[in-house]
Structures are given as C-alpha cells and as structure tokens.
C-alpha cells in the first residue's frame, strides 16, 4: 500500500479533492446498503417489491439477476464495497487508490450500462433498486472524472 | 492513528456489512408456521382426455396429434417451439379453445402470485380454457429443481397438479428450509402418493428427462424469466400477467376464435 501524501491534500485542489472522495465513499456506502438488501432477498429466495415502478420481480427474476448461483447483487455489493475503501484511502491521502477508485467506477459503469441496456430492451422492465444502483454509479462516475480531472490539472 | 484511521473505519464498515447481511438473512428465514396440507381442491383435475381435442382454425396452435401414448394425456400440439415434456400437463378442457400455456418455476415469487390468479381464470372461463404448466427452474433458485422434481415425480403418480397446487400454497415454507427433502417427502405423504416411489422416481431419469424436455422448449422460445405465459401462442408482456390483462388476453383469443369460420 502507498504512503499517504498529506501535501497534496493541503493545496486548494488536493482538499477539494479528498472531499470528493470522501463523499464518494459515502455514495459508495448507498450502492453497498443496496447490494447487501438485493443479495439477501435473492438468497432467501424472495424477490424485492417495486416501490415506484412495477418490474422488480421480472428483473430480479430473470437468468440476468444471477451469474450461475452467484447473485449479481453480491457482485455489486463487494464492488461497492471495493469503491468505498478506494474513495476512503485515497481521501486519506494514499494517491494510488485514486486511480484505482477511477478504475473500478468505470467497469461498474460499464456494467451499469449494459444493465440498463437489458432492463429497456431484452426485459422490457425496471427495477428500482436497480435503477437506483444505476444512479449511484452514475454519480460515483461523475465523481471519478472530476477527481481525475483535478489531478491532471494540479 | 491518522493512517491507520481509513483502514478501521473499512474495517467497521465491512463488519457492520456483513453484520447487517446477517441480520436481514436472519430475519428473511425465521421459520414460518408449517403449513400442512389439506385435501387438496382440484379445480379440474388433470385427467386424461381423450385425443379427440382439437384446437382448430388457430394460427398458432395447431390440431392435436391423433395419437398418444397409452395412458398420457393429450392435448393441444403447440407449433411455435420445440415440444416440451408429453404427456404434457394440462388442466382444463382439453380442447378448451383457448390455450394458456405457462412457463414457471416453484420458487419464483412471482410464480406463486400468479398461481391464485390462474385458478381464478379457471373457474371464470370454465371449458373454454385449458392452462399448461411447463417446468422452467431457473438455475439461479436453490430449490426450484427439487421442486419441479417433485412435481414431476408427483406426476409420474397422477397428482401433477396436486403438487404444483401444494408446492405453490406451501412456498414460504419449503423456500426458506435448510433441507427441502423432508418437506417434499411430507407433501407426497400427504398427498397419499407412493412415497417410496415418489423418492425414487424425483431423482429418476424419467423425471430429468422431462425436466429437460421443457427446459428445452422454453429455451427454443427464449424464455429468459419466470413466469412467461402464452395465450394461444401469443407471448404476453409481462404487464399483462395480472388478472385484468390475462383477462384481456383470453378474451382476445375467444373473439379469435369465434370470428375466424
């Protein structure tokens, strides 16, 4: 693991920084509280209620939900989980977790797209834990270019 | 402290994670009342009819085959798809001219919140609905090959419906349960089944050869969730799956069926 760099986070730009990845760690957190419900209901074999839409139970019951026995949800969990530790090291300083944090936010929304990509037009159907998911990546991503963007530009 | 505070807040965060995982499962699984089986009401009962039913003049669903194995049960003969398990289950009049045909798995919640609704449609429509049941046991549920076994192997004993009507009305019970076995051994028993054989017959070939025989066709026609229903052979958007749309839809093929010569 690299050292912190408490220097960097002293200049205008590193504290705007390290807040940006402080509150992306907190994002982060949302999508996890997301993905630990999701997988719970997979396991026990229920299937979450919509709140505001009305495709939870064809989203979450379709051959997309899971990788093998494996829910997807547990993968979106551990991979927010990953985000947050990443988002929180590098807001402590530790500059390779930056990066790394970048990194994964742009599979995550990759994934986040091909998701949406089956919800619109394999399943004809929306899940708003899903889609709540998918605005979570989203944000985490925006937080991810403007990061990266500030390191290019100190 | 300062460096090793973001490796402890981790650390909380991963334990109250899973602590909160925990909780949630444990709070999904706690053990619901069993429910026991009372005699089951058969709303029709999947008897054997005779291979006379013909579905005729309908694009999609074609005369049945004349001719059937002694002792199966005939029904319409679908031409959309690969041909699913036959004898297949039907419940309703054979030569209903509607044909609602159902891909589903015991374990799908949504499945089993179909099942009343189905029920109900039987009993409106009468002998101008016959309902097919295929297996489809997504591999993603940990129980619902045991239970599309069961129900087959139930079949293999002239209770099909019986079961699928048992597995559905018990779902909360066998779906949470460390070991599922005791339950659908319970449920056979209940059902004055052969239990002895039920057991051998649930791990059987003729059970996995049906099995794989609907998995077939859903596969042919691309079903990707449970459930999927067919009316006449018109796929429904999984909007229409409640009552009033599978109404709307059975309706349709009614007037279908009586405008076309």
Not at chain 2, 18 to 36: D, K
Not at chain 2, 56 to 75: C, D, K, L, Q, R
Not at chain 2, 127 to 140: D, I, T, Y
Not at chain 2, 171 to 197: F, G, K, M, S
Request: glycine share 6%; proline share 7%.
């Amino acid at each position: 693991m690299n050292e912190p760099n408490s220097a960097r986070t002293t200049t205008p730009r590193g504290r705007l920084r390290s807040r940006l990845y402080a509150v992306a760690a907190m994002v982060a957190l949302l999508g996890l509280a997301d993905g630990i419900y999701l997988t719970i209901e997979h396991i026990t074999g229920r299937t979450a209620e919509c709140i505001a839409s009305s495709g939870c139970q064809d989203v979450l019951s379709s051959k997309y939900a899971a990788i093998g026995h494996l829910p997807l949800a547990a993968v979106g969990a551990f991979a927010y989980f990953t985000v947050f530790s990443a988002a929180l090291l590098a807001a402590f300083g530790y500059r390779k977790c930056g990066p790394f944090f970048a990194f994964v936010v742009t599979i995550m929304f990759g994934m986040t797209l091909w998701l949406l990509y089956l919800q619109a037009f394999v399943l004809h159907a929306f899940c708003d834990y899903c889609l709540f998911s998918a605005g979570v990546t989203a944000v985490l991503t925006a937080m991810a270019v403007a990061t990266t963007m500030l390191r290019d530009r100190s | 402290m300062r460096r090793s505070l973001p490796f402890l807040i981790i650390a909380g965060v991963l334990v109250l994670a899973i602590g909160a995982g925990v909780l949630l499962y444990r709070y999904r699984m706690e053990p619901e009342q069993p429910t026991t089986v009372s005699t089951p009401v058969p709303q029709t009962t999947a008897t054997i009819p005779e291979p006379t039913a013909t579905i005729a003049s309908e694009p999609s669903v074609a005369p049945p085959a004349t001719t059937t194995p002694a002792g199966s049960t005939a029904g319409p003969v679908f031409t959309y798809g690969r041909p699913g398990a036959e004898p297949m289950h039907l419940r309703g009049e054979p030569g209903a001219p509607v044909v609602l045909e159902e891909f589903g798995d015991f374990e799908c919640l949504p499945c089993s919140l179909l099942w009343p609704i189905l029920e109900k449609l039987e009993r409106d429509y009468g002998k101008r609905l016959v309902v097919v049941f295929r297996e489809h046991p997504l591999k993603m549920h940990r129980y619902s090959r045991d239970a599309a076994r069961a129900a087959e192997a139930a079949g293999l004993q002239g209770k099909f419906w019986e079961m699928h009507d048992t597995l559905y009305r018990n779902r909360a019970a066998w779906v949470t349960a460390a070991y599922i076995r005791p339950y659908l051994n319970d449920y056979a028993a209940e059902l004055q089944l052969d239990v002895d054989r039920f057991k051998a017959d649930i791990d059987g070939e003729e059970v996995s050869k049906r099995l794989a025989a609907d998995w077939d066709r859903g596969e042919s026609l691309a079903i990707d969730r449970t459930p999927v229903v067919f009316v006449n052979g018109v796929k429904l958007a999984p909007t229409e799956r409640e009552e009033p749309g599978l109404r709307a839809a059975i309706d349709k093929a009614l007037a279908a069926k009586t405008s076309s010569p």
